[in-house]
Every structure is written in structure tokens, then in C-alpha cells.
């Protein structure tokens, strides 16, 4: 036993020095980039934008995925080593916002401000009947513990059920790619049997009561290659191309299945219906996402409903064989004797209300600092036609009285004023 050890020892001190220099210089390399992230991201002036919408939003939800290709799919500030590996620079990150605040329902938009004239101008050139106000952060009002000060929180992030090359549910799917029937002139608009999925959160954010707050985030940014290259150590391929293999691999396995000297089988239903989504997919661009929700009240009104609205509310986006969206990284947790003090669970309270507060989602240490259960965030890739699924402005479908819409609609000035 003692030889061993000596051999242990021995190996131990004449090799690891070798090593040594490229741990140190690897740990170096770590925190040089952490700390010139860090940099960067502090300098960044962020700007909080309120959509306030008019009486009607006759616009499908492709309006919004034209407003996600053209000005929050930005993919540029990193493209040289000075910029990336000297500024520290980061691809640019937004975060989409519906809050109910006391049961009054608003819609934001939270960007660096050097993309603000842009966002502005192309949500303007889809939805020219809007306004668009810069505006506070409502956060800030929010109490800074809640605990302490008489408040209950519980928070969660969401996951996908299955890989993310597999989509979910969207608008096309919800018949929502064509518009409603226009009314005549001189006549009430008729009414709308279009059915339009976000019209169930709009409605519950807006029922809550004085004291309650139900707050949503998608915190967006385009998306690169995430995926392992076969026969490649570390070589990436983006999800376009891993969705297109997986669509080649069905094809080829119902072939594997056709016998010799029969017809070739034909895909089931439900095989047709992957293929389908999965090549209508990889057609859009992608965009990394983090979807996070708080549910916050005065002690005295805390209602628990209000947490099976947020376990439920993405439901209608699932299908069995295509993907959904399902529950990650909640506050609490499921036996008492996993926090018989309650202390793990207003550890993850600070820590969720601080992450929503600085929209954390996609880089350190902001990515790793934060951690629910001994997990890191949950974060996938939706292309456009997901996103603005889940976030798009609702027109007649959602008629909550607490969403704030402008009372008239916009015109064009009469022709003949004087100059």
C-alpha cells in the first residue's frame, strides 16, 4: 500500500507541473472574458418601450414575424477577434414583456438603445395604427425583498418537451395566417370566429386583483450553431441543418421498412405532419429564447389559482408527435422536507426577481450565477414563426377591459390644409 501511494506521489508531483501552465493559462482565459463581458454588458443603455395598441389590430401574427426578422434578429458586433475577444462585445440581446400590473395589461419591449429607432420604425411599418411610448421600467417598482416586506412570490422558466428542431404549435396551425373579414364601409366590424391562443393569457393577466402582479419575459437573441457535427469533436452545425437531417432520416427509415418487390410504404399521418413543420421550419430565421414568469402578490391576496395559470398557459401550444412548452426551474418545491425551512425557497425568490430583473438568460456571469434546484437556465431555439406566435400583438379576439388600447384610430391629415 505504501508503494502505491509513493507511485501516486511521484506521478503526481512530476507530472502535474507540466500541466500546470495550461490550467492557469485556461482559468486566465476564463476570467479575462468574464470580466470584459461583464464590461461590456454594464455599458450597454438599456430603453423600455410600451406598445399601446388601437381598438382594433386587424394584422395576422405574420406581421410580427416580419418585426422579428428585420429588427431583432441581429447578428453582427462580433464578427472580428478585436471585437470579441478585446471589447468583449456580445451579440445583442431584447426582451419581449407582458405584465399585468394589478390586473391593468400592458405590453413592452426592452432594448439597447442603439436599436431603438429601428424597432421602433419597423413595428411602426407593420402596426402604423399604434403608439409606442418610452417608459420607466416597471420593475423598479417592485419591492426590492418581498419577503421582507410582506410580499409572496413564485416564479418558473420554461423548457421544451423534446429537441428543439422539432416546433410547436404556431399561428398557421391556429388558422391565423389570414387575416378577418373586413368590414364594409358604414358597418360594425363583423365578429371574429378566428381563434387566437394568446387570447387565454391577455384574459387571465388582466382578471387579477389590487396587490397581484403577473409579470411574462421572452429574452431573445439570434441564434447560432448550437448543435454537435457528427464524426466531429468540436465542430457545430446550426438547427437548420439538424432539422433537415432529422427529416432525411425519417424518409430513409420508412424506405428501411419497405420489403422487397412491394410498393415503398408511405408515411403515416403523423409522420407527414413532422415532415411537414419541420421543412416549413428551417425556412425561418432562429432565435435563442428564455421564457421566464413571476407571480407576486400582497401576502393577504396571494391566490394559488395564479400558479396553475402559469403551470397551464402554454398547453395549447403542444401537439404529441410536434413539441410544447412545459414547466423548469420553479421556485418551490414539491415535499417539505426538500426545504423544511423554507430557506432554499426564498433563496430562489431573491434570485428569480433579480433575474427578471436584469433579464438573465445567455451570458456569464449572468448565465451561470443564477441557479434554481442546482440547474441553469432553460434556453432553446423558436424561429420567427414560434416567437411571434407567442408574442404578437391581439386585435379583436381579446376584448380584456383592463388592455390599455388607444381610444381612436390614427389618420391621415385632410389634403387641402393650408401651408
Do not use: C
Not at 416549413?280 to 400582497?298: E, P, T
Request: glycine letters at 6%.
Amino acid at each position: 500500500m505504501s508503494d502505491l501511494i509513493e507511485k501516486v506521489f511521484f506521478i503526481f508531483t512530476n507530472v502535474i507541473p507540466y500541466f500546470l501552465p495550461f490550467v492557469l493559462a485556461y482559468i486566465a482565459w476564463k476570467s479575462w472574458m468574464e470580466y470584459i463581458n461583464t464590461q461590456y454588458l454594464r455599458s450597454i443603455k438599456w430603453k423600455m418601450l410600451q406598445i399601446v395598441l388601437p381598438k382594433e389590430v386587424v394584422k395576422t401574427p405574420e406581421a410580427m414575424e416580419v418585426v422579428f426578422s428585420t429588427a431583432f434578429h441581429q447578428t453582427g458586433g462580433t464578427g472580428t477577434w478585436w471585437a470579441k475577444y478585446v471589447q468583449g462585445k456580445l451579440r445583442p440581446y431584447f426582451s419581449l414583456e407582458i405584465a399585468s400590473l394589478e390586473g391593468n395589461v400592458f405590453f413592452f419591449i426592452r432594448t439597447p438603445e442603439f436599436f431603438k429607432n429601428l424597432i421602433e420604425s419597423q413595428i411602426y411599418a407593420q402596426y402604423p395604427q399604434i403608439e409606442i411610448i418610452e417608459t420607466d421600467d416597471y420593475v423598479d417598482s417592485a419591492p426590492q425583498d418581498p419577503i421582507k416586506e410582506g410580499w409572496h412570490l413564485w416564479g418558473v422558466e420554461y423548457k421544451l418537451g423534446k429537441d428543439d428542431v422539432y416546433p410547436i404549435k404556431t399561428y398557421v396551425d391556429f388558422g391565423l395566417d389570414k387575416p378577418p373579414m373586413p368590414a364594409f364601409p358604414g358597418m360594425a366590424s363583423p365578429p371574429s370566429s378566428q381563434l387566437d391562443p394568446i387570447t387565454g393569457l391577455v384574459e387571465h393577466f388582466g382578471s387579477i386583483k389590487k396587490g397581484e402582479h403577473l409579470w411574462m419575459q421572452f429574452v431573445i437573441r439570434a441564434a447560432w450553431d448550437s448543435y454537435q457535427e457528427p464524426d466531429s469533436w468540436f465542430g457545430k452545425r446550426s438547427w437548420t441543418k439538424e432539422a433537415a437531417a432529422r427529416v432525411k432520416q425519417i424518409k430513409e427509415d420508412m424506405k428501411g421498412k419497405t420489403e422487397e418487390g412491394m410498393p415503398p410504404k408511405m408515411l403515416s399521418k403523423g409522420e407527414q405532419d413532422v415532415v411537414s413543420a419541420l421543412e416549413r421550419s428551417i425556412s425561418k430565421y432562429g432565435f435563442d429564447v428564455g421564457i421566464r414568469a413571476l407571480y407576486m402578490a400582497d401576502t393577504r391576496v396571494f391566490t394559488p389559482i395564479n400558479i396553475i395559470s402559469l403551470v397551464n398557459v402554454f398547453k395549447q401550444y403542444g401537439s404529441e408527435h410536434l413539441n410544447s412548452l412545459k414547466v423548469a426551474n420553479v421556485t418551490d418545491y414539491d415535499y417539505p422536507w426538500q426545504d423544511p425551512w423554507q430557506r432554499r425557497e426564498h433563496r430562489n425568490i431573491r434570485s428569480h426577481l433579480q433575474a427578471y430583473r436584469e433579464r438573465r438568460f445567455f451570458y456569464p456571469p449572468w448565465s451561470d450565477s443564477f441557479s434554481m434546484h442546482n440547474t441553469k437556465h432553460t434556453t432553446f431555439i423558436l424561429n420567427t414563426e414560434e416567437l411571434a406566435t407567442l408574442y404578437h400583438f391581439p386585435g379583436r379576439v381579446s376584448e380584456t377591459a383592463t388592455f390599455k388600447r388607444i381610444d381612436s384610430k390614427k389618420g391621415e391629415p385632410p389634403q387641402n390644409l393650408p401651408i
